[in-house]
């Protein structure tokens, strides 16, 4: 299609009358040849301006050393130097997995707890409306109030209640917060607390997506409930599950703000994400060039974890179908 | 053509056109957020400035003649036996060449152990003095006199500064006069500490307009100052705020490569602190023990062993006989909470031999010392002072060892001067009129000699006092909206006035960094509710401090919060032990180096050099 919109005469009607198309064609003003990609413009600028660009400087700038505080001086290419950086790099290796395991232990925890929450508040239950809005009220909260008031004050060692009821059942204080690998779980915990309940949320509308008639003719052949949940009700929330599993593991790898709150990446730098040693990297050091290395690690990191996700759901659905 | 068509062209006119306004709005936005109105940044702007032979604060030390006015000359305790003897008095070379930092004038060593007074004109004193600050304990605020007739209605002022109370409480306290003279709002922006210089860096890197007015510490001058991102001080403001009145050292730290972009609005300088009732009005209680153990006799500690053993003494027994076990000692442990400054007390403390003011990095070679034994012993020393702290410690900055220590959780603290005015304050205090204070431990054997690349022995022992953070300036961005205003607003925060009310007021982070606030000192400071001995003391060990010729200033070169968040993250994972401290100060170094690297070598090298010229 290269014109714009078609003309008010039909050409076989122009055929017909022997007059040649060209001459009864009606004239497109330029706008109106150019108005849909005009109305594009907008959006697809701002996906340029704001993602496309940014994706392609920084892969740029991984390659340069450049100094914000000097810009008289500058940039200077240095080649792989900073990527070759990340193989000698002990701090790297450290919060690469930190940043793994943030996503190994704390989406498990969310997708199982909020798969358990989705099926009970699935049932006929009383209060089941008043439930569903109180489960999702923590992810409405801010992050930083949610690491302040559940990680640093509820968990506070010395001042702490959860310490406090330790020390009531004649349990040691633990050091929530400021000893490997307590500190890593507390903020495992805050972040379950606040984001299981967006798996609750996806799984839910799964479920009542499910057809009641299914799940009654399943009740008929099957023997117990977890049958029916086995080979039923789980694989028809396959691709739910495959949604919010795979938002949340993104979404982890980027963790940062609860980091900051909690433990600064302490004790030492058993808590520090990648994220957060970009930022440190980047915005306090101004090593722009590193920290977009960093970064870049990040985003091949999210799409292996996203690819291997789809793909071990992908063999499950054939499984399942099979 | 029908009604229909009609229509249909109507409503694509009216698509056509919306698009269009919309692309027109969109593409404007776009153009003027990409740069339209805002400068660019200072690249024109020297990153070192250009060579000066005429170093801002190059004068004599002045407290060579230390006045003995001061209120606590006579009842100063006995000078520690460790302290350096005395050294001839210091004088910075006249025609110190710099491209970097100002030369700072080294503390003189005459009258070492008096306090730093003396200085100031009479008749500033004396207005201080005529102040009422009595109230100001439990928030009752003097009405403050103004320098200028200025009006600035409707301007604002967009303040960035440390999260309070402390640096950040001034503005809100006292700020609100200023306004009402003025006519002028002030619109405080506030970071948390671990963030302050980065937001502000961020800030003023994008060179558009974000602030007018900032607060930085004196080890960022480079980056600040260097960069290029401050105005210089205008000669009618310096002529308003008596320029001459601040200590040498604190004077120096307002200028780089010979011009004035600060207004030094707090002094800065580590302290130690001990509850006296318990360690000397009570000691004989507690001698018998702490002589059997450590083989002699208790006593405020002179030396990092001594405060070792005196921490691990006083933990986990009821030494308060409140009923419950009480700690040792608490200093900030947390990554992000000011570690670096105390694992820098003790290693320059190891470091520092008399005559050699390069304690952080060779400066033929910039290459740094982190890896020599005084550094990593210094390291060592506080991975043991985990233990002697209360739970939780590896948590803690000091927002959280200042209210521990004033609950009376622990017998010694270490901290800047926020403790001695802070001890006073009503709200937080339970130890008022129970504090003592000395100058940062010692050393009473051996320091490391780098040209030696050996320990030395220090028969009479030696302090090394460090002045950490340097303090806290007021600079104008050359970005800045407001400049007449900002300027009017921070010579009214840093005037001699307002500087004493400031220091009295307990929560306001700042400490005396006039002659003049000195010398109203403990008088000024017992009528703002404080105890006369609590004063005295503190007073007297600032004085020490600062006198002290074996001192050692801040860090002051481009990069310097680079150079220190990399000690900091790995000090703190030495002391959480997931590395040694030999391995956390080899990574240091490594990381210094790469810094260094990215700076260019050789201009970090001049910068070092001029920021030690004059030391000793």
Redesign the interface.
Same mark, same amino acid.
């Given at each position: 299609m290269t014109q714009g919109r078609p003309s008010a005469v039909g050409s076989a009607d122009l055929v017909a009358t022997g007059v040649r198309p060209a001459a009864q064609h009606v004239r497109l003003s330029w706008f109106e040849r150019n108005e849909r990609r005009l109305f594009l413009a907008p959006a697809v600028l701002i996906v340029l301006v704001l993602s496309i660009f940014p994706l392609f400087a920084s892969l740029a700038i991984s390659f340069l050393n450049w100094n914000f505080n000097d810009m008289a001086a500058g940039f200077k290419w240095v080649g792989l130097l900073n990527w070759g950086r990340l193989i000698s790099d002990e701090h790297f290796h450290k919060v690469f997995v930190n940043t793994l395991l943030y996503v190994v232990i704390g989406v498990p925890l969310q997708y199982v707890i909020g798969l358990v929450l989705a099926l009970v508040l699935h049932q006929e239950i009383r209060g089941r409306r008043f439930f569903r809005v109180l489960f999702l009220v923590p992810m409405m909260l801010s992050p930083v109030a949610v690491a302040y008031v559940l990680g640093r004050m509820t968990f506070n060692e010395s001042q702490g209640p959860v310490n406090d009821l330790l020390w009531y059942l004649h349990i040691p204080p633990v050091h929530w917060l400021t000893q490997f690998p307590t500190a890593f779980f507390t903020i495992a915990i805050v972040d379950s607390w606040q984001w299981t309940p967006f798996m609750l949320l996806l799984l839910l509308a799964g479920l009542q997506g499910i057809p009641a008639e299914v799940i009654e003719a399943a009740k008929l052949d099957a023997q117990t409930r977890w049958q029916v949940f086995r080979f039923i009700i789980f694989p028809l929330l396959l691709p739910w599950t495959v949604s919010a599993i795979l938002l949340r593991s993104v979404e982890m790898l980027k963790i940062m703000d609860l980091i900051v709150v909690i433990t600064a990446g302490g004790p030492g730098i058993t808590t520090e994400s990648l994220t957060f040693y970009a930022y440190q990297t980047g915005i306090r050091n101004l090593d722009l060039g590193y920290a977009s290395t960093i970064s870049y690690t990040l985003l091949i990191l999210a799409v292996a974890v996203a690819t291997i996700l789809l793909l071990l759901v992908r063999q499950a659905v054939n499984r399942a179908n099979a | 053509m029908n009604d229909n @068509?009609q229509r249909v062209i109507r409503r694509r006119d009216f698509?056509?056109w919306a *698009?269009?306004a *919309?692309?027109s709005v !969109?593409?404007t936005s776009?153009l003027t957020a990409?740069g339209g109105g805002a400068p660019a940044? =200072? !690249? !024109?702007?020297?990153?070192a400035p250009a060579p000066t032979s005429a170093p801002a604060a190059a004068a004599p030390t002045a407290a060579a003649a230390a006045a003995t006015r001061a209120p606590a000359a006579t009842t100063a305790p006995a000078a520690a036996p460790t302290t350096a003897p005395a050294a001839a008095a210091t004088k910075a070379p006249a025609a110190a060449a710099t491209t970097g930092p100002a030369v700072v004038t080294t503390p003189s060593a005459a009258g070492q152990g008096a306090p730093v007074a003396g200085k100031a004109d009479p008749k500033l004193v004396e207005q201080i003095l005529k102040i009422n600050v009595k109230g100001i304990d439990a928030g009752t605020l003097p009405k403050l006199p103004m320098l200028t007739n200025n009006k600035f209605e409707g301007k604002e002022v967009i303040v960035a500064t440390l999260a309070g109370p402390p640096i950040s409480s001034p503005f809100q306290k006292l700020g609100p006069q200023w306004e009402q003279a003025t006519g002028a709002k002030i619109n405080l922006i506030t970071f948390p500490f671990?963030q302050v210089?980065?937001k502000l860096?961020?800030g003023l890197?994008t060179g558009s307009y974000a602030f007018d007015l900032i607060t930085f510490s004196a080890g960022w001058a480079g980056?600040f100052m260097g960069?290029g991102f401050l105005e210089e001080v205008p000669a009618d403001i310096k002529a308003l705020i008596n320029n001459d009145d601040y200590y040498p050292i604190f004077k120096g730290y307002q200028s780089w490569g010979g011009k004035q972009y600060g207004l030094m609005y707090d002094g800065d300088a580590h302290q130690f602190y001990y509850r006296r009732d318990i360690m000397e009005d009570n000691a004989s209680k507690f001698n018998g023990d702490f002589k059997a153990k450590y083989g002699y006799d208790l006593k405020p500690p002179d030396t990092w062993q001594e405060y070792l053993d005196t921490a691990e003494f006083f933990n986990g027994i009821d030494w308060s006989g409140a009923g419950r076990n009480g700690y040792g000692t608490c200093e900030p442990m947390?990554?992000?909470?000011g570690l670096m400054y105390f694992v820098i007390d003790r290693g320059v403390s190891y470091s520092k031999v008399k005559g050699d003011p390069a304690v952080f990095f060779d400066p033929e070679t910039m290459k740094p010392r982190l890896t020599e034994p005084g550094w990593i012993k210094g390291l060592e020393d506080m991975v043991k002072q985990v233990d002697t702290s =209360?739970?939780?410690? @590896? *948590?803690f900055g000091f927002p959280e060892t200042r209210p521990i220590f004033m609950s009376g959780q622990t017998v010694m603290n270490r901290d800047w001067g926020d403790t001695f005015t802070l001890v006073y304050d009503k709200k937080l205090s339970q130890i008022k009129g129970k504090l003592g204070s000395r100058p940062t431990p010692g050393v009473d054997k051996q320091v490391y000699d780098r040209t030696k690349q050996a320990w030395v022995d220090v028969p009479k022992g030696t302090r090394a006092p460090y002045l950490a953070f340097g303090g806290w300036l007021i600079g104008i961005p050359t970005t800045a909206k407001n400049k007449d205003a900002a300027w009017d607003l921070a010579a009214f925060m840093v005037s001699p006035i307002t500087h004493a009310v400031n220091v009295a007021l307990p929560d306001s982070g700042i400490q005396p960094a006039r002659y003049s606030t000195i010398d109203a000192g403990v008088q000024f400071l017992v009528q703002a509710g404080g105890d006369e001995q609590d004063s005295k003391r503190s007073l007297d060990a600032l004085g020490e401090t600062l006198q002290n010729p074996n001192a050692v200033l801040e860090l002051r070169i =481009?990069?310097q919060?680079?150079y220190y968040?990399a000690l900091d993250?790995e000090s703190?994972?030495?002391?959480?032990k997931?590395?040694s401290p030999e391995e956390a100060m080899k990574?240091v170094a490594q990381q210094w180096e790469q810094?260094t690297e990215?700076?260019?070598r050789d201009k970090q090298k001049e910068a070092y050099k001029a920021s030690i010229v004059g030391l000793q």
């Open positions: - | @068509l698509l056509r *698009g269009l *919309g692309l !969109t593409a776009l990409c940044a =200072p !690249t !024109t702007a020297p990153a671990a210089f980065e860096r961020a890197a980056d960069g947390a990554r992000g909470g =209360p739970p939780g410690a @590896l *948590g =481009p990069g919060a680079d968040n993250v703190a994972r030495a002391l959480s997931e590395i990574n810094i990215r700076l260019g």
